[in-house]
């Protein structure tokens, strides 16, 4: 199931990759870009949706394993698929760990290829909702006040009122007062569910 | 007494009265002569026989033609008897026929004087075996018997039948056969020994002899003359006969002193003188008939020669004894002193009684100092005992010994002698001690002393470095070996070891090429050397050297091999290991070439082939899809083919993968890179038994170039040369690498092979990617290799060579470019 308003970038030097390549990834029907090298890839507007990007990893200028470090600095989400003419186990295995979909040789049968461009779209799609509900959380939390972050933090820890108020060195009452309002501008009515959104916005627990 | 005898025999033989044996001129002038001389003295004999007959007697008292054929025989060899015998016939006539003898009975006379003589020279010669001389009893008493008496008086029977029959003469048989007898016996006791004495003797002893002995000699017979005369002619034969003694003492005189010739000499004055005085009535035996004058005659005639002749045989016979003795003991002093060995000889008593010249010059000592046991002063104290030893031992076993010892040189320097001892014998063959020669062997005692010594530090060097020494007996298939090497190949020190015991020890792979080599080596003459596998009793594997060398006896024919082993197992063993690393490294080296090679390779090859994938399965999916769209599809396949084309056309391409920007330029001796290709080689060479040769120009200019690239190709020619030479011999198995300066600025390297050779269908395609003649070969060798010449501007080619084998050339630029 490919998700909606996923895309493909191809980059590959060699005309004849590209040419047949593209025209594989149309005819399964994936919306499809190609690039001759990586600069122009990463000229284009980064894409919103789901994205996949199979990249030779011999290629003048910046190759493939340049353009996986660089897209990581970047954090950014697009799922690379390697491929390559001639490739060497230590290759793979960096591109693996570095959190590459695959690593195939040409010349690779269609099914691998678009299995590979499936999975990682899947991928990508997941870590792109994964990345929405994380921004949603944090710009809720942006609207505490640094006092009521505060609270909030020791509160989904499992503490009580008296225990923050004396944690803090206020009275209990002015923490009441405090969580009321996390409760109300978070929109939320259990303490879980508090938990759960500061878990999705991973900001680090206070010990 | 023998060589006496043996120079008479050899003057005999150039004396005139033989000098006719060379049949070959029967009627030279010199048998003329004899001819002449034997008729003269026919005629002469017969002349004085009739002088001195006594009238009217027929028989003459001295008949000298008869004893005259017998000197003649005596004196020639038997094969010229026939020639002596007709000779005398013509005188017989002529004497004869002017008596009034009926010319019948003149033939028969002859007839009768020639068988006695042919019947006492016959018999003389027969018993004496050779020509007669008065010099020995025995020789007289055979003439006295054979020629005085069996002659004579076997042919008067037939002489005195002659006359009978002939009715000649008065005289009765037995009266004509007495007469004749003795008449012929005085005859041959006076005149045979005159003649052959004075014949065989000749002029020699005159001429030789001192003043003294001439004066002697005259006074002797003036003396005889004038006694004789006055006895036997002026005395009566009334008077006192004591008186005929007179002569005796002279006549003894000339017997003594001047042997059978004066005894011969003497007997024939004192006989003519007393036969002519009776024949003119005078003297003791003139008697009243001539019958009893020739009788009384002739019997003091015979019973004075044949005495008188003894007694000359008697005293040449110890005269000529004590010469010959005096002679050889001369003789034999003569070659001792000149010998040039030491020389000394001992009595029945053990003790010396001579040394030669030689001993005595060595000692520095005189001889009455070395007599008796003086010589053993001379002797080393350590080696007295010993000598004395050895000599006593042999002596009462009457053995020749042997032995060795030290004397003192006359310098004072003890030198080692050898000598050794047989025992003599007198002519009687008694014992009569010892005689012995002695040699200096110092020289080759010390030479030998050194030789063991030489020997014995060879040997243990030899063991010292584990070296062995051995021999190979050829013709008797006998190895030698040393001791070390024996135990070491399991061997007891004294069994014979054969070739087939050693090549039983070495390792069987290695049995055909060691026979080979060794053959080689034999039918050639010339060293070889050889490494070699031995597999010791104890299933041990060794690595032996072995340098051999073919020694040829008399005839040129190989007789012996020697030579020296060595133990290089641990030197083989690194060699190997070397080898084995080296091997390896090469190989990673042409394996990381080959890598990188085949990754561009792969690489080009697998971009048309991913397009042509992903194309083709875009269309499969178009028409999966039912989604045809037709231009679409003819787009699909025409890149499809673009894909296909260009991936055939990386593989024609493929020597254009090195791309001459990729060629590292430095500057290289070509020179240098064949020297590393050679090591790098040559553990290969070893392994495969190829010999490696290079011709290199010394004055190459550096070029332009990759080392490690231009390695590779000559690493992969001298490899290709190898295997092309698998089946060659291994005595041919040769690859000559050369570099050569061309005129045109380039630079032209070759490596040639004893091989297969490129065979025609070959000969297009050698240098084609894939191409391969060898069975794991991937055919990238040659095509690389071009592939590399090319980028360094150069080109290459393969041929045959006339003479087998194959020959590689690749030219390089020297400024690195050129228009390839």
Known sequence: MIPTNSLVFLIDDDPSVRKGVSRLLRAAAFKTEAFASASDFLARDQHTGPACVIVDVRMPGINGMHLQDLLLQQRREEQLVFITGHGNISMCAQAMKAGAVDFLQKPFRDTELLGCVERALVRSAQQRQRGLEKTEARRLLDLLTPREFEVMQLVVTGMLNKQIAARLGTAEKTIKVHRGRVMKKLALESVAELVRLVQTARIAAVT | MKPNSVSFESAHVNSPASGCNDTSAIFDRHLLMIGLWVFAGYYLGCKIGFALT???????????????????????????????????????????????????????????????????????????GGPLRFS????????????????????????????????????????????????????????????????????????????????????????????????????????????????????????VRFGALGASTAISIVGFLAIWSASHEHGPFSRETAEQSALSIEIFLIGLTIPLLFLAALIEERATGKNELRESESRF????????????????????????????????RSMEQELGDGWLQGVHRDDVQNCLAIYRQAFVARQPFVRQYRLRRNDGEYRWISGQGVPRRDPQGRFAGYIGSCVDV?????????????????????????????????????IWATNARRALLGWPASDKIAWNDFISRVHPDDRDRVRHTVDNAIHSGKDFDSEYRLILPDGILRWMSTRGSVQFDEARKPARLLGISMDITSRKQAELDAQRDRAELSHLSRVALMGEMSASIAHELNQPLAGILSNAAAGQRFIDRGDVNLSEIREILNDIIADGRRAGGVVRGIRGMVKKEQVERRSVNLNEVVADALRMASPDAVLRSCQLQTSLDANLPAIQGDPVQLQQVLLNLVINAFDAMRETPTSSRKVLITTELNGDGTIRTSVRDHGVGISENMQDRLFDPFFSTKTEGLGMGLAIVRSIVEAHGGTIEGANVNDGGARFEFVLPINGHSSA
């Not at chain 2, 002093?333 to 010059?361: E, H, Y």
């Not at chain 2, 005692?445 to 190979?472: C, F, H, P, T, Y």
């Open chain 2, 54 to 128: 006594f009238q009217p007697h027929p028989v003459s008292v001295l008949w000298p033609p008869n004893s005259i054929v017998v000197a003649a025989l005596l004196l020639m060899p038997v094969r010229l008897w026939w020639f002596v015998l007709l000779a005398a016939f013509p005188a017989h006539l002529a004497a004869q026929l002017q008596s009034d003898v009926p010319p019948l009975m003149i033939v028969c006379w002859f007839i009768s004087n020639v068988s006695e003589a042919l019947i006492g020279a016959g018999l003389t010669r027969y018993a004496i």
């Open chain 2, 442 to 478: 110092t020289e080759l005692v010390k030479k030998d002393q050194a030789l063991r010594e030489s020997e014995e530090r060879m040997r243990v060097a030899a063991e010292a470095v584990n070296l062995g020494i051995w021999e190979w007996d050829i013709i008797k298939d006998e």
């Open chain 2, 136 to 255: 020995s009893l025995r020789n007289v008493g055979i003439f006295c018997l054979c020629v005085v008496f069996i002659g004579p008086f076997t042919s008067s029977f037939l002489d005195a039948a002659f006359v009978a029959w002939n009715h000649w003469g008065r005289d009765g048989y037995w009266e004509l056969i007495r007469v004749r007898l003795s008449s012929n016996a005085v005859s041959a006791l006076i005149i045979v020994p005159l003649i052959v004495t004075w014949l065989t003797n000749g002029v020699q002893p005159l001429r030789a002899a001192s003043r003294s002995r001439y004066l002697e000699a005259c006074a002797l017979f003036l003396c005889l003359l004038v006694v004789s005369y006055v006895v036997l002619y002026e005395l009566r034969a009334e008077s006192d006969l004591a008186l005929l003694f007179l002569p005796l003492p002279l006549l003894l005189w000339a017997a």
């Open chain 2, 333 to 364: 002093q003569i070659v001792a002193d000149a010998a040039p060995v030491l020389i000394w000889m001992s009595g029945v008593d053990q003790r010396c009684t001579f040394f030669n010249k030689p001993w005595l010059d060595f000692t520095g």
